[in-house]
């Protein structure tokens, strides 16, 4: 078999899309086919704040944290941190003022209902 005919079969497969060449372009073209909304967000800071005041004591984020423990523990997470552990590691973090309370202005989290 001759060096040419070799060439004209390999252009020929790389034509038929066997093979693509190297550095070569590909586009793909997407379509939209729908826009779904998706859940409303979790206004979490409004949550644990069972007393509505507007401030989050120890004593809620605690009962918030154990609250939680039995989906996580379902979703398979283990070995989970002991939860007032957790409250005093948030409170380190989150109460920037130090009064004790975790105001809606140091609170990280999900915080604002949607219209």
Do not use: C
């Amino acid at each position: 078999m001759s060096t040419e005919h070799t060439e004209n079969i390999r252009r020929t497969a790389w034509t038929v899309g066997d093979k693509i060449p190297p550095k070569s372009t590909l586009v793909f073209e997407t379509e939209l086919m729908k826009i779904d909304d998706g859940p409303p967000p979790v206004n979490v800071f409004k949550q644990i704040d069972a007393d509505t005041n507007g401030q989050l004591s120890r004593e809620e984020l605690g009962k918030y944290l154990k609250d939680q423990l039995p989906a996580a523990q379902a979703a398979g997470l283990k070995d989970l941190p002991d939860p007032e552990k957790m409250v005093e590691e948030i409170f380190q973090h989150e109460d920037r003022d130090r009064d004790g309370f975790i105001s809606k202005d140091e609170f990280s989290g999900p915080k604002h209902d949607e219209l």
